[in-house]
């Protein structure tokens, strides 16, 4: 039987989404190729519009359509706008503005510190961060990151580079487990977490 490299390629790429195993993605694939109401296009044309149309903020690194940057929720005024909520991704800040326990601005570091994925300093969006403090009047730096072992070595990190600065540093509180992630918790939790945060270092 000839090798379907058209269908292995699909299901190497579905492969790469998170959460995707190697089954679901063959599930996912077969499921595609033999729709016969024109999924297939359909899909293909929805992620090349998302590919043009959508880019991250150049301020806060969330989502936001290509031809508004710095986002809308950049440019909109925010009551507490010196306090700065640090997060891991986009999703974190789409998570945080529905639990409306925030009102402040927002910077996506684009991950975290991973030694095991080999993540470091260098592939976060630390730099910009420190020129936003400077810039913007922050007051506060708010670490909004989970609760696991890399969550908490990146906390340090940032407590660490901002000491020199003239800016307080706070960490949201969890009255989660350890291991918890800021997208997978309800709005009351987290509006919960960001009010009883606490000062650290
Ligand atoms: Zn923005």
Not at 26 to 33: C, V, W
Not at 102 to 131: C, E, I
Request: hydrophobic share 40%.
């Amino acid at each position: 039987m000839n090798h379907l490299v058209p269908l292995d390629n699909l299901v190497a790429a579905l492969s790469r989404l998170p959460g995707i195993g190697r089954r679901t993605a063959e599930r996912m694939a077969m499921a595609l190729i033999q729709d016969e109401k024109g999924l297939t296009r359909i899909l293909a044309n929805a992620l090349l519009e998302a590919d043009d149309g959508i880019a991250n903020c150049e301020r806060c690194g969330s989502v936001t359509l290509a031809d508004i940057n710095p986002c809308e929720l950049c440019a909109r005024h925010r009551p507490d706008a010196h306090v700065l909520c640090v997060v891991e991704s986009p999703a974190d800040i789409i998570k945080i503005e529905e639990s409306g326990g925030f009102q402040g601005r927002y910077h996506a570091l684009m991950g975290r510190l991973s030694p095991m994925s080999g993540t470091g300093v260098a592939d976060l969006r630390v730099d910009k961060l420190l020129g936003r403090v400077a810039e913007e009047g922050i007051t506060e730096v708010l670490i909004a990151l989970g609760t696991d072992v890399e969550s908490d070595a990146t906390a340090s990190y940032l407590r660490e580079i901002l000491s020199t600065r003239d800016v307080k540093v706070s960490r949201i509180a969890f009255g989660l487990p350890a291991g918890s992630a800021i997208e997978y918790s309800d709005a009351t939790t987290l509006a919960r977490a960001i009010k009883g945060r606490q000062e650290i270092g």
